[in-house]
C-alpha cells in the first residue's frame, strides 16, 4: 500500500464548477502538507502549504487537513479552464527549512480538465 | 518561474551510457533535491543535498550518484542507463519549509 493515496481521474468539470480534490495517507508522522499544480510538461509549482490540521485559504483555493482522519483536500472555487492540470498533493515529517529532512512523498496526482 | 533552472531540457540517448543532469537551485537556497516522475510510479524522491553534504538519500539506484559544489548547483549523473531510466527527472531547491522545483529534464533512453 502507498504512503499516499490520490484518485488520479480524470476529473472533468464546466467553468465555475467547485472542484474538490482529496489524498489520504498513512503515515501519522506525516506534519507537512503541500499541493502543487503541473501542467503538462513543466515542473510542480506550488499552491498551498499548510502544517497544521484546519483550513488554509488562498485567493479561489483552500486547503483543508485533517489529521485525525489522515485526510486532505484542496477545493477549488470558480474553476476555470486556466485550471486544467494535474494537482499533485504531497507530504513530509519534517519542513525542509535549515538542514532538516525534508523528504516530500506524493500522491499519483489527479488530472483536472475544466471546460468552457 | 521558480528560480530553479536545469539543463538539459531533453536528452537522449541509448542503453548503457553516462549522462549528467544539472541543477541551479534558487539564489540563497542551500538543499536541493532530486526527484523522477515517471508514469507507473509518479514523483519519486531520490536524494538530497544540504550546503555540498549529502543529506538524505531515497529510491535511488546505484548506478545513480549526485553531488553539490561550492557554488551550490547539483549534478545527477546516470550511468548503465536502462530503458526503466526513461522519465522526467526534476530538481527542486529550498531555503526554509517550502521546495521549488524547475522545469525538469526529460530524459529518453533508446
Known amino acids: 500500500q502507498k504512503e499516499v493515496e490520490q484518485d488520479p481521474g480524470p476529473l472533468s468539470v464546466p467553468e465555475g464548477a467547485i472542484v474538490s480534490l482529496n489524498c489520504t495517507y498513512s503515515n501519522s508522522a506525516f506534519q507537512y502538507f503541500m499541493w502543487y499544480r503541473q501542467y503538462s510538461r513543466k515542473g510542480p509549482e506550488l499552491l498551498m502549504y499548510t502544517y497544521s490540521s484546519g483550513n488554509k485559504e488562498d485567493g479561489r483555493f483552500t486547503a483543508q487537513v485533517d489529521k485525525s482522519s489522515k485526510y486532505i483536500s484542496l477545493f477549488i472555487r470558480d474553476s476555470q479552464p486556466s485550471d486544467s492540470a494535474t494537482y499533485l498533493c504531497a507530504m513530509s515529517v519534517s519542513g525542509a527549512g535549515g538542514t532538516s529532512y525534508g523528504k516530500l512523498t506524493f500522491g499519483q496526482g489527479t488530472i483536472l480538465t475544466v471546460h468552457p | 518561474d521558480s528560480g530553479v533552472t536545469q539543463t538539459p531540457k531533453h536528452l537522449i540517448t541509448a542503453t548503457g551510457q553516462r549522462v549528467t543532469l544539472r541543477c541551479s537551485p534558487r539564489s540563497g537556497d542551500l538543499s536541493v533535491y532530486w526527484y523522477q516522475q515517471s508514469l507507473d510510479q509518479g514523483l519519486q524522491f531520490l536524494i538530497q543535498y544540504y550546503n555540498g553534504e549529502e543529506r538524505a538519500k531515497g529510491n535511488i539506484l546505484e548506478r545513480f550518484s549526485a553531488q553539490q559544489f561550492p557554488d551550490l548547483h547539483s549534478e545527477l549523473n546516470l550511468s548503465s542507463l536502462e530503458l526503466g531510466d526513461s522519465a522526467l527527472y526534476f530538481c527542486?531547491?529550498?531555503?526554509?519549509?517550502?521546495?521549488?522545483f524547475g522545469p525538469g529534464t526529460r530524459l529518453t533512453v533508446l
Open positions: 527542486a531547491s529550498s531555503l526554509e519549509d517550502t521546495q521549488y
